[in-house]
C-alpha cells in the first residue's frame, strides 16, 4: 500500500539526482549527473524522500501533488552563486554607450558604471528596493533559480547598506526564492570618500562590517579586487575583519586583470573566489587545492565584449570545485537565466553539459555551503526543475529561451512557464 | 462621444510606431523610431486605426478590450525574416562535440550537420512536424514575433520538401503566427545523389521548383550558396529556374567564405541576401544601391564559437536596408528569440538600439514584402508587443529573458507572459 506524500513526480525521461559522492565536485566528477531514465521523485515535507524509477516510486507513494514529467529532464533547482539584484535604475543608455566602443572601464572613469547605479539606489525608497528586488526573485524563479546569492554594494554608506540588506531580507521574506545575503560595501569608493580612500576603508572597517554583523545582515562579506576598485592590502584588511566578526568570505578576484585574487581567497578560506577571467597560474593551483569554490559568470565577457574567459578547463584539470553563476547586475550582466549561463559556458568555456550542470547546482549550493541544495537525495530540500528536453545534453544548448516549464521549490509546485 | 473599436491600448512610457518615412530605412532614417511619449493606440478591423498620445486616442475611441501600458515600452511585432522552424530530431549532441573543439564544418564532413537532421525529418510523420512546428510557432510568439519565414530544407527530396512545406502550411492555419514559407530544397546534397550532384540539380530545377510553383506550397525560394553546398553557378541556375516560376528570392550569402553571394542576391534583384559574415566589398557596395535587404543574422556565430560578424556599420553606412533574424534551426543557432537578437546586434555588430528596432520590425517586413507590417500606422496590422522596459534603450539591453510582457496580433491579445 503506497504512503501519501506531499508530491510524486514521476516519468521523466532523466531525472538528474547530482546524488552521489562527496560535495564538491571536481575533475571527472563533475560529469556524474546520477542520472536515472525513467525517473521519479517523493517529496514530504519540504523534502526528497526517496528517488527511483518511476515503477519503484509508485509502488511506495502516491502525492497529493503529482506532476507528470513524461518525455522532460528534471534536476535540481538552479543555484545562482553571484548575483546583485538589489538596485534602482537602469544602466540602458550605458550600454548603448560601451556598444558604441566605450570600455566598461572607460565608462566607470566618467562617472558612469556602478557608481551612476549607487547615485540611484540610495535616491529609492526602501519600500521602491523592496519592490524592485522582489520583482527580480519573481523573473530567477520563472527561469528556475530556487537559491540565490543577493549582494549589497549600490548603496556604501552605512545606512545605503543596511538598508539594502533589509530590503533584500524582506523581498525575500515569504517568496520561494531563498537568499543568501553578501556584504559588499567593499564594491567601490563612494564620491564622497574620492580624496579620502582610508576614510572609506575606515568606515568599512570599523563602522559598517561591526554594524552589519551585529544585525546578521549577512551571511557573507566580498569585495572587489581590482584596478579602480581595492587593492590586495585593502581586500585582505577587510577580508580579515569580516572574518573575525564571523561573515563568510567571498571575493570578485582576477576579473578585468590579474590582482591576486584567487590567491588571497583560498589564503584566508573564503567560499569562492569570483570571475578569474585572469586568474595566474598560482592562483589556479591554490584553487585545486581548496574548498574556496571557483565561481564562473561566463555571461559577463558576452554583456561587456571582452575576448578573455575564464580558463574553466584548466581549473577542472588543477581539481578546483568549479561553480557557474550569473552575476546578474545592471552594468556588466544583465542576464537573469541559469540556463543561459550553462550555454554560454559550453560555448565559451568548453565545459560538457554535465560539468555545467553540476556546477550550476550542487557545486554551486556549496558554494554557499548550503548542503541540502544542488542535489535531489533523501533529505535534501525538494527543489527541482523540469525541463522541456529529452536530456542533459540539450540543456543550454540554446539562446534566449528558457527551457524550464515547471519549478517546484520545498516539495511545492511553484511556477509554471 | 468616443467611438467603439476592438482594442485601445494606452499609457505607454513609449509607442515606437516606426511609421514615418521611406520603407525599408536606410542610414540615418534607421534611427527614426516614430516615438510618442505617452502613446497610445486605437485597432479595428485587425488594423490600426489611430495612434497618439494617450488623450488624443482616449477623446476619440473606447476599446472592447483596452491594454494599460503604462511605465511599458510599446513597438510593432517583431518580424523574423530567417528561420527554419520545421524539422525533427535535435543536434545537442553535436553541440557537445563543438564545445569540445569540432568545427561546424567538420561537424558536417562526418555526416552530421544538415544531413543528420535530414534524416530525423524524413524518418518523421507528417502530423509529428506539424506539432513540432506548431509548438514552435507558439514559442515564437510568446516571445514576441508574429510574423515569421519559414523554410523547408530538410527533406531534400521532392516528397519530402513537399511535406515539410505542407506541415509549415498547416501548423500556420489558425495560428496567430504568419508564416512567409520559404523553399530551400538547395540547403544540402542530400546522401542518395552524393555522387550525382548533377542529378540532384536536375531534380531541383525541373522537378521540385515546378512542383513547388504549382502547388503553391512556398513564396520563396532560397539557396544555400556555400562551399560544400552549392556554388555560385549552380546558385543561379536554381534562382533563375525560381523567379521564372514566379517565385520571389532569397539567398544564404557569404556566411563561412566569400562567395559572391550578395552580388548575385542584388544581380538577380533576391528580397534578401543573408548571413553576409564575409561579404566583400563589392558585396556591400551592391547591397548599398539595391532593394535586396541585408538579414543579419548575429547570434550564429555566438552559437557557431566564430569571432567573425556581418560588417553591419559598413552596410549602414553604404546605405543598405539592414534587418535582422534569428535563423532559428537546430544546428547552427538555437535561439527564437527577436529581444536576444538585438542584444547580439548591439554588443557584437556595434547596432544602436534604434537602429536593431528598425531592423527587427519594419526592415524585416521589406524582406518579406509585407508592407503592412512592423509598423504600427493607420492601415498597418495591428501586431505589436508591450515590453516591461521604460524606452528603447533597454530593449535588447539584457540577455536570456524576454522583456515582452503582452503580444497582439490582428488587433486581438494573443500572449501574455
Redesign the interface.
Known amino acids: 500500500m503506497p504512503s501519501l506524500v506531499d508530491l510524486v513526480l514521476h516519468g521523466a525521461s532523466e531525472l538528474l539526482t547530482l546524488g552521489r559522492g562527496a560535495v564538491p565536485r571536481r575533475k571527472e566528477a563533475l560529469r556524474d549527473l546520477g542520472s536515472i531514465r525513467g525517473g521519479a521523485l517523493a517529496a514530504e515535507g519540504g523534502k526528497v524522500v526517496d528517488v527511483g524509477t518511476t515503477e519503484e516510486i509508485r509502488d511506495r507513494f502516491r502525492g497529493r501533488q503529482e506532476i507528470d514529467a513524461c518525455g522532460k529532464t528534471v534536476l535540481p533547482a538552479f543555484v545562482d552563486a553571484h548575483a546583485h539584484p538589489c538596485f534602482a535604475g537602469?544602466?540602458?543608455?550605458e550600454?548603448?554607450m560601451r556598444?558604441?566602443?566605450a570600455s566598461y572601464e572607460e565608462v566607470a572613469s566618467r562617472g558612469g558604471g556602478i557608481l551612476s547605479t549607487v547615485a540611484a539606489t540610495r535616491g529609492a525608497s526602501r519600500e521602491e528596493l523592496v519592490r524592485l528586488t522582489r520583482r527580480r526573485l519573481d523573473?530567477f524563479l520563472s527561469?528556475g533559480t530556487t537559491l540565490l546569492e543577493a549582494k549589497s554594494g549600490y548603496g556604501l554608506s552605512l545606512q545605503d547598506e543596511a538598508r539594502s540588506l533589509e530590503a533584500i531580507a524582506e523581498a525575500a521574506a515569504n517568496h520561494p526564492v531563498e537568499v543568501s545575503p553578501t556584504f559588499l560595501g567593499a564594491h567601490a569608493v563612494p564620491p564622497e570618500f574620492r580624496s579620502d580612500r582610508k576614510g572609506y576603508m575606515r568606515l568599512l572597517v570599523e563602522g559598517m562590517l561591526p554594524e552589519v554583523a551585529r544585525r546578521r545582515l549577512a551571511e557573507s562579506c566580498d569585495v572587489f579586487l581590482e584596478k579602480g576598485a581595492f587593492d590586495r592590502e585593502e581586500a585582505r584588511a577587510i577580508l580579515e575583519r569580516a572574518r573575525g566578526l564571523g561573515l563568510r568570505l567571498r571575493v570578485h578576484a582576477d576579473q578585468l586583470s590579474s590582482g591576486g585574487g584567487a590567491e588571497l581567497a583560498c589564503e584566508l578560506g573564503a567560499d569562492s573566489a569570483d570571475h578569474l577571467e585572469f586568474v595566474s597560474d598560482r592562483g589556479i593551483e591554490a584553487l585545486g587545492g581548496s574548498d574556496t569554490v571557483a565561481v564562473l559568470l561566463p555571461?559577463v565577457p558576452?554583456?561587456l565584449?571582452k575576448d578573455r574567459d575564464a580558463p574553466a578547463r584548466r581549473l577542472i584539470e588543477a581539481g578546483a570545485a568549479v561553480a557557474l553563476a550569473t552575476d546578474f547586475n545592471p552594468g556588466s550582466?544583465?542576464?537573469?537565466?541559469m540556463?543561459?549561463?550553462l550555454a554560454f559556458a559550453?560555448?565559451?568555456l568548453?565545459?560538457?553539459?554535465a560539468e555545467a550542470i553540476s556546477a550550476a547546482t550542487v557545486n554551486a549550493a556549496f558554494a554557499l555551503r548550503r548542503p541540502d541544495r544542488g542535489r535531489l537525495a533523501p533529505g535534501c530540500r525538494a527543489d527541482l526543475v523540469v525541463c522541456d528536453?529529452?536530456?542533459p545534453?540539450?540543456l543550454g544548448?540554446?539562446?534566449?529561451?528558457?527551457p524550464v516549464e515547471t519549478v517546484a521549490a520545498g516539495g511545492k509546485v511553484v511556477a509554471r512557464a
Open positions: 537602469d544602466r540602458a543608455a550600454f548603448e556598444c558604441a566602443g523573473r527561469l555571461g558576452v554583456f565584449r550582466c544583465y542576464c537573469p537565466s540556463a543561459e549561463v559550453r560555448l565559451r568548453g565545459m560538457t553539459a528536453v529529452p536530456g545534453l540539450a544548448s540554446g539562446l534566449g529561451a528558457s
